[in-house]
Nanobody, 123 residues
Framework: QVQLVESGGGLVQAGGSLRLSCTVSGRTFSNLTPAWFRQAPGKGREIVAAQRSSGHRTYYADSVKGRFTISRDNANNTVYLQMNSLQPQDTAIYYC????????????????WGQGTQVTVSS
């Protein structure tokens, strides 16, 4: 059974930084495409970033380009999301997700999900 466990959320002031971590077990991590999604109150879940299993192709939502960075450590089965220059509109529950196969950006295309971690950015 594949399990994803996120950590690193919290409360930060606007302009600050946070790093989210997601550790994956139950599947060969190097074969997975991991991604980060987020869901703000009253809104649908949207993709933030994804990185192909080879690490050579990366996707970022326009709203986070230049501020967020997704990276992975295959040796430790972990994917990270470094978030800089955080703004109040980044406030959401952030979910780690993964899929068998190539990079996709729709929620429905991801098989495995973490429980989510809250990120709150105060103005």
């Amino acid at each position: 059974q594949v399990q994803l466990v996120e950590s690193g959320g919290g409360l930060v002031q606007a302009g600050g930084s946070l790093r989210l971590s997601c550790t994956v077990s139950g599947r060969t991590f190097s074969n997975l495409t991991p991604a980060w999604f987020r869901q703000a109150p009253g809104k649908g879940r949207e993709i933030v970033a994804a990185q192909r299993s080879s690490g050579h192709r990366t996707y970022y939502a326009d709203s986070v380009k230049g501020r967020f960075t997704i990276s992975r450590d295959n040796a430790n089965n972990t994917v990270y999301l470094q978030m800089n220059s955080l703004q109040p509109q980044d406030t959401a529950i952030y979910y780690c997700a993964a899929r068998d196969g190539g990079l996709q950006i729709r929620t429905s295309q991801y098989n495995y999900w973490g429980q989510g971690t809250q990120v709150t950015v105060s103005s």
